[in-house]
Protein backbone atom coordinates (compact mmCIF):
# COMPACT_ATOMS: atom_id res chain seq x y z
CA UNK A 1 0.00 0.00 0.00
CA UNK A 2 2.51 2.34 0.82
CA UNK A 3 4.05 1.79 -2.86
CA UNK A 4 0.84 3.08 -4.21
CA UNK A 5 1.12 6.44 -2.72
CA UNK A 6 3.72 8.03 -4.78
CA UNK A 7 1.10 6.60 -7.68
CA UNK A 8 -1.72 8.91 -6.71
CA UNK A 9 0.27 11.89 -5.42
CA UNK A 10 1.28 11.56 -9.23
CA UNK A 11 -2.08 11.02 -10.64
CA UNK A 12 -3.38 14.20 -8.72
CA UNK A 13 -0.72 16.34 -9.93
CA UNK A 14 -1.19 15.14 -13.62
CA UNK A 15 -5.04 15.58 -13.35
CA UNK A 16 -4.26 19.34 -11.26
CA UNK A 17 -1.93 19.83 -14.22
CA UNK A 18 -4.73 18.74 -17.27
CA UNK A 19 -7.23 21.24 -14.94
CA UNK A 20 -5.36 24.22 -14.75
CA UNK A 21 -4.47 23.74 -18.80
CA UNK A 22 -7.61 23.52 -19.48
CA UNK A 23 -8.74 26.79 -17.68
CA UNK A 24 -6.07 28.62 -19.71
CA UNK A 25 -7.53 27.59 -23.23
CA UNK A 26 -10.59 28.36 -21.73
CA UNK A 27 -9.81 31.65 -20.83
CA UNK A 28 -8.60 32.05 -24.04
CA UNK A 29 -11.63 30.76 -25.78
CA UNK A 30 -9.73 27.75 -27.55
CA UNK A 31 -11.66 25.23 -25.97
CA UNK A 32 -13.17 23.90 -29.00
CA UNK A 33 -10.38 24.66 -31.27
CA UNK A 34 -7.80 22.67 -30.23
CA UNK A 35 -7.75 18.80 -30.49
CA UNK A 36 -8.30 16.85 -27.53
CA UNK A 37 -4.96 15.04 -27.69
CA UNK A 38 -3.46 18.26 -27.44
CA UNK A 39 -4.22 18.91 -23.48
CA UNK A 40 -2.07 16.27 -22.74
CA UNK A 41 1.10 17.89 -24.65
CA UNK A 42 -0.02 21.26 -22.83
CA UNK A 43 -0.38 19.92 -19.71
CA UNK A 44 3.47 17.41 -20.15
CA UNK A 45 1.54 14.37 -19.58
CA UNK A 46 1.00 11.20 -21.69
CA UNK A 47 -2.16 11.21 -23.97
CA UNK A 48 -3.27 7.89 -22.11
CA UNK A 49 -3.44 10.26 -18.68
CA UNK A 50 -5.47 12.37 -20.54
CA UNK A 51 -8.30 9.97 -21.03
CA UNK A 52 -7.85 8.13 -17.74
CA UNK A 53 -8.52 11.07 -15.89
CA UNK A 54 -11.03 12.99 -18.52
CA UNK A 55 -12.57 10.69 -21.12
CA UNK A 56 -14.58 13.13 -23.06
CA UNK A 57 -13.71 17.10 -23.65
CA UNK A 58 -16.92 17.34 -21.93
CA UNK A 59 -15.37 15.78 -18.55
CA UNK A 60 -12.19 18.21 -18.89
CA UNK A 61 -14.66 21.00 -19.16
CA UNK A 62 -16.78 19.86 -16.10
CA UNK A 63 -13.80 19.26 -13.96
CA UNK A 64 -12.90 23.27 -14.73
CA UNK A 65 -16.42 24.16 -13.94
CA UNK A 66 -16.39 22.19 -10.63
CA UNK A 67 -13.51 23.77 -9.16
CA UNK A 68 -14.68 27.34 -10.77
CA UNK A 69 -17.77 26.87 -8.49
CA UNK A 70 -16.27 25.64 -5.56
CA UNK A 71 -13.89 28.73 -5.16
CA UNK A 72 -17.01 30.91 -5.56
CA UNK A 73 -18.93 29.00 -2.96
CA UNK A 74 -16.06 29.16 -0.33
CA UNK A 75 -15.88 32.43 -1.45
CA UNK A 76 -19.43 33.33 -0.53
CA UNK A 77 -19.05 31.50 2.54
CA UNK A 78 -16.01 33.35 4.08
CA UNK A 79 -18.05 36.55 2.93
CA UNK A 80 -20.98 35.79 5.22
CA UNK A 81 -18.75 34.49 8.15
CA UNK A 82 -16.80 38.13 8.36
CA UNK A 83 -19.30 40.68 6.67
CA UNK A 84 -22.56 42.30 7.76
CA UNK A 85 -25.36 40.36 5.39
CA UNK A 86 -25.79 43.15 2.90
CA UNK A 87 -22.25 43.95 2.45
CA UNK A 88 -21.45 39.74 2.07
CA UNK A 89 -23.90 39.66 -0.32
CA UNK A 90 -23.14 43.09 -2.10
CA UNK A 91 -19.87 42.23 -2.33
CA UNK A 92 -20.03 38.73 -3.80
CA UNK A 93 -22.50 39.85 -6.52
CA UNK A 94 -19.93 42.79 -7.52
CA UNK A 95 -16.96 39.88 -7.20
CA UNK A 96 -19.34 37.82 -9.59
CA UNK A 97 -19.18 40.75 -12.33
CA UNK A 98 -15.26 40.58 -11.96
CA UNK A 99 -14.86 37.22 -12.29
CA UNK A 100 -16.98 36.81 -15.43
CA UNK A 101 -15.35 39.79 -16.34
CA UNK A 102 -11.96 37.77 -16.21
CA UNK A 103 -13.03 34.73 -17.72
CA UNK A 104 -15.04 35.72 -20.73
CA UNK A 105 -13.90 32.45 -22.76
CA UNK A 106 -14.77 30.54 -19.85
CA UNK A 107 -17.91 32.27 -19.69
CA UNK A 108 -18.33 31.26 -23.64
CA UNK A 109 -17.58 27.87 -23.49
CA UNK A 110 -19.85 26.81 -20.41
CA UNK A 111 -22.92 28.59 -22.52
CA UNK A 112 -22.07 26.25 -25.19
CA UNK A 113 -22.30 23.34 -22.88
CA UNK A 114 -25.44 23.90 -21.18
CA UNK A 115 -27.21 24.79 -24.01
CA UNK A 116 -26.14 21.07 -24.75
CA UNK A 117 -27.72 19.77 -21.72
CA UNK A 118 -25.08 18.81 -19.20
CA UNK A 119 -26.26 17.50 -16.80
CA UNK A 120 -22.82 18.37 -14.60
CA UNK A 121 -22.87 21.61 -15.08
CA UNK A 122 -26.51 22.03 -14.05
CA UNK A 123 -25.55 20.59 -10.84
CA UNK A 124 -22.58 23.17 -10.46
CA UNK A 125 -25.20 25.96 -11.37
CA UNK A 126 -27.53 24.58 -8.73
CA UNK A 127 -24.89 24.67 -6.00
CA UNK A 128 -24.01 28.36 -6.76
CA UNK A 129 -27.36 29.45 -6.20
CA UNK A 130 -27.56 27.71 -3.02
CA UNK A 131 -24.72 29.75 -2.16
CA UNK A 132 -26.49 32.75 -3.93
CA UNK A 133 -29.44 31.52 -1.41
CA UNK A 134 -27.34 31.67 2.07
CA UNK A 135 -26.76 35.19 1.45
CA UNK A 136 -30.03 36.63 0.47
CA UNK A 137 -31.35 34.37 3.47
CA UNK A 138 -29.09 35.61 5.76
CA UNK A 139 -29.44 39.78 4.49
CA UNK A 140 -32.97 39.10 4.92
CA UNK A 141 -33.10 37.36 8.17
CA UNK A 142 -30.67 40.75 9.47
CA UNK A 143 -33.41 43.21 8.48
CA UNK A 144 -31.34 44.29 5.56
CA UNK A 145 -33.30 42.80 2.90
CA UNK A 146 -36.65 42.47 2.27
CA UNK A 147 -38.57 39.02 3.02
CA UNK A 148 -40.78 38.66 -0.08
CA UNK A 149 -37.76 37.94 -2.68
CA UNK A 150 -35.19 34.86 -3.00
CA UNK A 151 -32.45 34.11 -5.04
CA UNK A 152 -33.99 33.10 -8.16
CA UNK A 153 -34.53 36.68 -8.85
CA UNK A 154 -30.62 37.51 -8.55
CA UNK A 155 -30.11 34.46 -10.18
CA UNK A 156 -31.63 35.36 -13.27
CA UNK A 157 -29.95 38.80 -12.97
CA UNK A 158 -26.51 37.35 -13.02
CA UNK A 159 -27.61 34.81 -15.83
CA UNK A 160 -28.72 37.41 -18.09
CA UNK A 161 -25.36 39.61 -17.14
CA UNK A 162 -23.16 36.52 -18.12
CA UNK A 163 -24.94 36.14 -21.22
CA UNK A 164 -24.85 39.26 -22.69
CA UNK A 165 -20.99 39.63 -22.10
CA UNK A 166 -20.57 40.08 -25.83
CA UNK A 167 -22.56 43.47 -25.66
CA UNK A 168 -20.90 46.75 -26.35
CA UNK A 169 -20.36 48.99 -23.01
CA UNK A 170 -21.16 45.05 -20.85
CA UNK A 171 -18.85 46.17 -18.13
CA UNK A 172 -20.83 49.13 -16.99
CA UNK A 173 -24.13 47.97 -17.87
CA UNK A 174 -23.66 44.41 -15.80
CA UNK A 175 -22.54 46.94 -12.94
CA UNK A 176 -25.17 48.89 -13.14
CA UNK A 177 -27.71 46.19 -13.11
CA UNK A 178 -25.64 44.95 -9.72
CA UNK A 179 -26.44 48.38 -8.35
CA UNK A 180 -30.18 48.19 -9.71
CA UNK A 181 -30.65 45.01 -8.13
CA UNK A 182 -29.20 45.43 -5.09
CA UNK A 183 -31.27 48.60 -4.65
CA UNK A 184 -34.58 46.96 -5.61
CA UNK A 185 -33.89 44.04 -2.67
CA UNK A 186 -32.81 46.47 -0.37
CA UNK A 187 -35.41 47.21 2.59
CA UNK A 188 -37.02 50.71 1.65
CA UNK A 189 -38.01 53.34 4.41
CA UNK A 190 -39.65 55.56 2.17
CA UNK A 191 -43.19 53.58 0.91
CA UNK A 192 -44.14 51.49 -1.57
CA UNK A 193 -44.03 53.94 -4.71
CA UNK A 194 -40.37 53.97 -4.53
CA UNK A 195 -39.95 50.21 -4.02
CA UNK A 196 -42.34 49.70 -7.54
CA UNK A 197 -40.02 52.85 -8.97
CA UNK A 198 -36.84 50.23 -8.30
CA UNK A 199 -38.39 47.22 -9.80
CA UNK A 200 -39.50 48.65 -12.59
CA UNK A 201 -35.68 50.00 -12.98
CA UNK A 202 -34.52 46.87 -12.19
CA UNK A 203 -36.63 44.93 -14.57
CA UNK A 204 -35.98 47.44 -17.48
CA UNK A 205 -32.59 46.95 -17.20
CA UNK A 206 -32.53 42.79 -16.97
CA UNK A 207 -35.28 43.11 -19.87
CA UNK A 208 -32.28 44.71 -22.45
CA UNK A 209 -29.55 42.17 -20.90
CA UNK A 210 -31.57 39.14 -21.63
CA UNK A 211 -33.17 40.16 -25.09
CA UNK A 212 -29.48 40.24 -26.50
CA UNK A 213 -29.10 36.63 -28.38
CA UNK A 214 -27.03 34.73 -25.74
CA UNK A 215 -23.70 34.40 -27.33
CA UNK A 216 -22.15 30.27 -27.13
CA UNK A 217 -19.14 30.49 -28.81
CA UNK A 218 -18.01 28.55 -31.41
CA UNK A 219 -19.51 25.08 -31.73
CA UNK A 220 -18.24 21.90 -32.70
CA UNK A 221 -20.18 19.29 -32.08
CA UNK A 222 -17.82 16.82 -33.53
CA UNK A 223 -15.31 17.69 -31.37
CA UNK A 224 -17.02 16.78 -28.59
CA UNK A 225 -15.58 13.28 -27.42
Known amino acids: MTAD???RADARRNRDALIATAREVFDAGDFFDLRFDDFARLAGVG??????????REALAEAVYHGEVAA???R???LQATLPAAEALATFLRGMVD???AHQGLARTLATLMAAGSGALAEGSRALEQAVTDLVAAAVKDGAVRDDVDAGAVMMALHGIGAAHDRPGWRAEADGVITLVLDGLRRSCSGDSQREHEQDSAGTA???LVDQPAPLGRRHPGRMR
Open 99 to 101: HID
Open 206 to 208: LRQ
Open 72 to 74: LCD
Open 47 to 56: TGTLYRHFPT
Open 5 to 7: KPL
Open 76 to 78: ARR
